[in-house]
């Protein structure tokens, strides 16, 4: 197994990564891929999180503008009206963890402000004003591969060298940049980007050689719950993909992840904890 990465400070949280941790998933959105317009109002997105929580998420991924193949981005304003009233609601009811799936500065230092303890971002912190924004909140930060933009990003995604090369230069690239702006190493870390701007075969390829990403030396986050490549593989709709999604994420924490982002918490967990079982014995 890879080296036990060092905990995260969360805020007023530590996170604890020397086991694999599941992040539950809240869509404050009206458009996401699988569950948009379900936990839009306030009160079903605390009761969700609760249910997350009991389940035994570790941390909730709160996120207020879709990124599935094809969504308009919205407005900093329109995404901070969604996540706000969430995150305070989750930290002040809670006492929850939560990481905000977002690539917008403005957005990143108010949730900062009401006690969120993570950044999630898509676009790995290259949105203008987003590393300086990151920087100042002191929290960790998710950098994330992707190729192109939601909108155009799986039209015809295609690379020059195989692909778990292209995540890791990426990556590194990224890793560098931060580094070099203030933003220190043990506050970082990955996500290779499942779907974002990669065919089935690529993200297939990526997972099988997703070991790679240990030259890294960051702790690995890994979204595959419900996505198109389990569909396409499985000819499952996305209400029928969770054991094809059980299946990747045992895969996951095989190859070296640390923070499962899931839909369908309870069985996520009983997956991670059980291949975390297994792997132990190998120490």
Known sequence: MNPT???LMCGRHRLDLSYPR???????????????????????????????????????DVGGESTR????????????????????????ELDALVSVDTSCPEVMRESAA??????????????????????????PVCLMHRQGEPRDMQQAPRYDVPIEEAVVDYLEA????CEAAG????????????????????????LNRMDRLAALELPLLVGTSRKSMIGKVLARPVEERLP????????????????????????????????????????
């Open 244 to 283: 094809g999604g059980l299946a990747l994420t045992a895969l996951a924490v095989e190859r070296g992840a640390r923070i499962l982002r899931v839909h369908d918490v309870a069985p996520s967990v009983d997956a991670v904890n059980m291949t975390w079982a297994v792997l132990k014995e190998g120490c």
């Open 22 to 60: 599941v992040m539950g998933i809240l869509n404050v959105t009206p458009d996401s891929f699988s569950d948009g317009g379900r936990h839009v109002a306030l009160e079903d997105a605390l009761r969700h999180a609760e249910r997350m929580l009991a389940e035994g998420a570790a941390l909730i």
């Open 69 to 92: 193949p094809g969504a308009a981005p919205v407005s900093a304003q329109q995404e901070l009206d969604r996540v706000a009233p969430v995150v305070e609601a989750l930290v002040r």
């Open 174 to 177: 990224r890793v560098e940049a």
């Open 114 to 139: 009401l006690g969120a303890g993570m950044i999630n971002d898509v676009r790995a912190l290259e949105r203008e004003g987003a590393l300086a924004a990151a920087i100042g909140t002191g929290l």
């Open 5 to 7: 990465p060092a905990p």
């Open 183 to 206: 933003l220190r190493r043990e506050r970082l870390l990955v996500d290779p980007g499942f779907g974002f701007g990669k065919t089935v075969e690529h993200n297939l390829r990526l």
